[in-house]
């Protein structure tokens, strides 16, 4: 399976496990800035386990895909996340690098 297609698809059926194995297991995760928001599985597994487990209505959409070689470019629409720190819906562009059949890197823009 495509692996951002795959994880989106865990994303929104809250399946940590199954979100965690599309991803690298060095992944970087930043922000538009640069910020390293998350590094490896157990940064994903930190962040997105306690996000998933407190938003039962959490649900994400593709509005846009782009692909350009190995990078992916989703213009998403996420409603239901229920975390302190996190509002409730967001819009943005989410930029993931491919390495392969695993996300290697990702860029979160809100």
């Given at each position: ?37 998350m ?10 386990g ?13 509005l ?13 629409h996420?409603t ?18 491919l390495?392969?059949?695993?996300i ?7």
């Open positions: 399976m495509d692996p951002v297609q795959g994880q989106l698809d865990a994303f929104n059926a809250r399946d940590l496990e199954q979100f965690v194995s599309y991803y690298a297991p060095d992944v970087v995760i930043e922000d538009g800035l640069g910020n390293v928001m590094h490896g599985h157990a940064g994903i597994r930190q962040l997105y306690a996000l998933f487990a407190a938003s039962p209505e959490l649900h994400a959409e593709v846009n895909r782009i692909r350009v070689s190995s990078y992916v470019i989703d213009e998403e996420a239901g996340a229920n975390m302190e720190g996190f509002p409730s819906e967001m819009h943005g562009a989410v930029v993931y690098r390495d392969g059949d695993q290697a890197h990702v860029w979160l823009l809100l």
